[in-house]
Nanobody, 123 residues
Framework: QVQLVESGGGLVQAGASLRLSCAAS????????MGWFRQAPGKEREFVAA????????YYADSVKGRFTISRDNAKNTVYLTMNSLKPDDMAVYYC????????????????WGQGTQVTVSS
């Protein structure tokens, strides 16, 4: 079992930056690919970014490519999502998720989920 706790969300103006963190505990973090997903009110959960266990492979949704960066510090069992040039369309609850194996862009592939952190972007 892996427990995931997100933090770092908040209210920002359009164009600002935020860094989300996801701290993992429980079973070994080793071998877990990590993903970030988001869900806006009335919309389905969507893929944002994913990273392999070693950090050598990263994937991004087209809507965030060039603005968001996913990274991880395995010594700290923590994954980050650095979000720059935030837009009102980025407003959502952001979730981190973990799976054993390679990263994917499909939410159903991830076994463990955090509780989410709210990101609000004002225009």
């Amino acid at each position: 079992q892996v427990q995931l706790v997100e933090s770092g969300g908040g209210l920002v103006q359009a164009g600002a930056s935020l860094r989300l963190s996801c701290a993992a505990s429980g079973r070994s973090f080793s071998g877990c690919a990590m993903g970030w997903f988001r869900q806006a009110p009335g919309k389905e959960r969507e893929f944002v970014a994913a990273i392999s266990w070693g950090g050598g492979f990263t994937y991004y949704a087209d809507s965030v490519k060039g603005r968001f960066t996913i990274s991880r510090d395995n010594a700290k069992n923590t994954v980050y999502l650095t979000m720059n040039s935030l837009k009102p369309d980025d407003m959502a609850v952001y979730y981190c998720a973990a799976r054993i194996g390679t990263p994917t862009t499909t939410a159903d592939d991830y076994y463990y989920w955090g509780q989410g952190t709210q990101v609000t972007v004002s225009s």
